[in-house]
């Protein structure tokens, strides 16, 4: 593989640190070649460690392009890979020529990186705003850059995100500490602690609220130092700021570093202030020095941060809130080593320089994939319709597994979902999306796809209303008379009430769907009562089974935030709004008091739904003496897995409550407001069901009773559930199947 990186040349502190390592290491594996459009520091530097580099000088990018046209004649080149306004305008008007596709690393949000220079933002900013439009690919260094890219109308389906890496394994050789802070002119005493920030001195590190923060910690605690690495247009301005705060002699200002190491090695606590940031390598740089860090919660930083875990956090600009972290970690030695050795260990297993290179050799062979692919092929994809992006965690489980899944069968395919909130869709599974009621998009994608999956969840009903019964009816017929394969995915079937509706599902399933696979039992059977007969049908399980839990250790950080002890006693209620629910509020709030008086289970309402389920909860705690939580911040279901795995009962009105307290085997009451409770449990054969309609204390108690009574047999409710987990598999080979029949 040979791939050409294009670069303006001036580029600095992390976005320089970034293509030359990479650039280093990438030349173990493939040909990548650089090409700069500047002779200064970052080519020398280049040279040095041995990329093969050539300098193109010349401020005219016609000049510049014909010259570049003229080195690269002859030679096959298959991905033009940019970095930087100068990189992304010279990329675009070559890529014809060299016929190969181009992606652009995009290091920082390109709004802000003229701050403060008007002119270059006009001219270069502009240049590049139009430049990065007509990139085939995109890499954002973090998640949040490539949310960014998603808010502004980039294709979420042809962005890739990429951290930082940096070298853990080479030795490192500092100089004394004592020896590189008398270098720099610091004053300093045994005893101090020196905070430290390596930084370009431009407005968007905000180095201001820095300093504002060390005038009130340093008030507190004499012996806490600041210590300033790198330079920039805001230095004077920095350095008089100080002054005025009457921080001499706590503040030192060492200028432009040639040994970040050393500056790593001689600092106790390494921040980072800045307003934006993508992945910066200050960080993971501290992190190889095992330093303790502060920095504010911007772009990828709580990616590598577990606020109190790890590291400290604050929101940007929030002097106050600095000045307590300095004074936390300045007056606590412990604690600085304790998070110092926890960062260290986190940065150098998730991000190393080998992982980084390692991910973007995964990138680059999906790039060539995917363009060979649009290339050769006039349809592909699949389109995924379902209740998606409703904020309920239950269908946003279904959607995450049908994506892996596909995904698994065939890494490259397209994959566009017809959801309600699209912002929300593609950001989070990085595919592309149509809102629900879009029809002229909906028609132009399955235009183009083969595959139309009608997305897991109870679809084909009408008890919520027949507005969505007809709604996915016609899609189901809009997707096959556009020429698609149509399949059901894990789906639950009905209510169905009323003979015209039942004869137009029989008619449409017969006439457009080519599979479906059912979540249980009782779905095959109201399909047989409808007389569906000519798609293939098989009995599956939901595809929510397949999902697995978060992290021990980030399911202990949730909890812990939510003040919950590590194997405390639970019993939790997942509920729901519905008809007949606040007469029967009291009912389950004497049922927690039982649960917490008879056998000590703490309360806890989790929410499934982030804009219902906790309305639910606060209808039912005013009528309760014990002590409880409400975990209603819309957990990822992974999460949300993890968690219930760690509860003692669970008493849910919610499918996927049960669903996902299955997985663990913990005992299981049903609160039924539909008849997809009762079948699931049914289907796995645990559990107790009461109607909605029906319940009262007593019934709620004598099923907790059972529950409890059921804890030792929980590796038996466990295999209950791996049996359906098992099953699950049909789901996506039906699928498979169907493309394998794609003429």
């Known amino acids: 593989m040979r791939v050409i990186h294009l670069i303006g040349g001036g580029d600095t502190g992390g976005a320089k640190t970034h293509v030359l390592n990479l650039l280093k290491e990438l030349n173990q594996s493939i040909d990548a070649q650089l090409f700069c459009f500047r002779k200064g520091d970052f080519s020398e530097d280049a040279a040095k460690m041995g990329i093969p580099i050539e300098v193109i000088e010349s401020g005219n990018p016609v ?14 080149v298959d991905i033009i890979h940019c970095h930087g306004a100068r990189g992304n305008l010279m990329g675009n008007l070559v890529k014809k020529h060299l016929g190969a596709p181009v992606v652009t690393t995009v290091h920082s949000d390109y709004r802000l990186d003229y701050l403060g220079r008007p002119v270059a933002r006009l001219s270069y900013g502009t240049t590049n705003m139009v430049a990065l439009r007509r990139v085939n690919f995109y890499i954002g260094v973090s998640d949040p850059m490539t949310d960014i890219l998603i808010e502004r109308g980039f294709p979420a389906d042809r962005i890739y995100t990429i951290y930082n ?31 430290g920030i390596a930084v370009r001195l431009s407005p968007v590190k905000d180095v201001p609220t820095l300093l ?35 921080l001499a002699g706590k503040v030192c200002f060492a200028g432009w570093l040639d040994d970040v190491n050393s500056f790593y090695n001689a600092i106790d606590i390494n921040l980072l202030t800045s307003i934006s940031e993508t992945f910066p390598y200050s960080l993971t740089e501290g992190t190889r020095m095992h330093k303790a860090t502060i920095a504010s919660k911007v772009g990828g930083v709580p990616v590598l941060i577990d606020d109190g875990v790890n590291g400290l956090t604050f929101e940007p600009g929030d002097e106050k809130q600095l000045a307590q972290h ?82 698994e069968l065939d890494n490259a395919m397209p994959i566009t979902v017809l959801a309600k909130n699209t912002q929300s869709i593609k950001k989070r599974y990085r595919v592309g999306s149509i809102y629900t009621f879009n029809l002229p998009k909906m028609v132009a994608a399955m235009r183009k796809s083969v595959l139309y999956i009608n997305g897991g969840g109870t679809l084909i009903q009408n008890a919520t209303s027949w507005r969505s019964l007809w709604y996915y009816l016609f899609t189901l017929r809009l997707a096959k008379l556009l020429g698609n394969k149509v399949d059901m995915y894990g789906c639950g079937i009905g209510p169905v009430t009323g003979k015209k509706n039942i004869r137009l599902v029989k008619r449409v399933l017969d006439r457009s769907v080519d599979t479906i696979t059912l979540r249980e039992t009782d779905s095959m059977k109201e399909l047989e009562s409808f007389g569906v007969r000519r798609p293939e049908i098989l009995l599956s399980s939901d595809p929510a089974l397949v999902l697995p839990p978060s992290p021990d250790l980030d399911v202990d950080a949730y909890l812990s935030r939510h003040g919950l002890e590590k194997g405390a006693p639970t019993i939790c209620f997942m509920l729901r709004t519905w008809y007949g629910f606040e007469e029967k509020a009291a009912a389950f709030a004497a049922c927690a008091d039982y649960a917490y008086q008879r056998y000590g289970l703490t309360p806890v309402f989790l929410s499934l739904n982030i804009f219902h389920d906790s309305s639910a909860a606060q209808k039912v705690v005013p009528y309760m003496k014990a002590p409880y939580h409400i975990l209603d911040d819309g957990a990822e279901p992974e999460l949300l897995i993890g968690v219930l795995g760690r509860m003692d009962v669970v008493v849910s009105m919610r499918l996927h409550g049960l669903i996902f307290s299955s997985l663990s085997g913990a005992p299981l009451v049903g609160v039924s407001y539909d008849p997809k409770i009762g079948s699931f449990l049914k289907y796995l054969e645990a559990g107790t069901c009461i109607d909605l309609k029906d319940v009262t204390a007593q019934d709620l108690e004598q099923a907790v009773d059972q529950a409890v009574a059921s804890l030792p047999q929980r590796e038996a409710l466990r295999q209950k559930a791996q049996r359906l987990k098992d099953v699950e598999r049909r789901n996506i080979q039906a699928v498979a199947k169907l493309l394998e029949r794609e003429p």
């Open 63 to 76: 000049v510049g392009l014909r010259e570049l046209k003229r080195r690269l004649a002859g030679q096959k």
């Open 326 to 407: 300095l004074l936390a970690l300045s007056q606590n030695r412990e604690l600085r080593e304790t998070f110092g050795e926890r960062i260290y260990e986190k940065a150098s297993r998730e991000f190393s320089i080998d992982r980084m290179v390692e991910h973007q050799l995964e990138i680059y062979e999906s790039i060539l994939k995917r363009d060979a692919r649009q290339k050769s092929r006039k349809r592909d994809g699949a389109v995924i319709c379902g209740a998606y992006g409703y904020g309920n965690a239950g269908d946003d489980a279904i959607l995450k597994s049908i994506i892996r899944s596909v995904q």
């Open 212 to 246: 504002r923060a060390m005038k009130i910690a340093s008030e507190k605690d004499p012996h806490l130092k600041l210590l300033i690495g790198g330079d920039g247009e805001d230095r004077q301005k920095l350095e008089n700021m100080a002054k005025d705060l009457g």
């Open 165 to 195: 890496g940096i070298d853990f394994k080479t030795p490192i050789h500092p100089v004394p500490k004592e020896e590189f802070l008398q270098s720099v002119g610091m004053e300093w005493e045994p005893g101090d602690v020196i905070a």
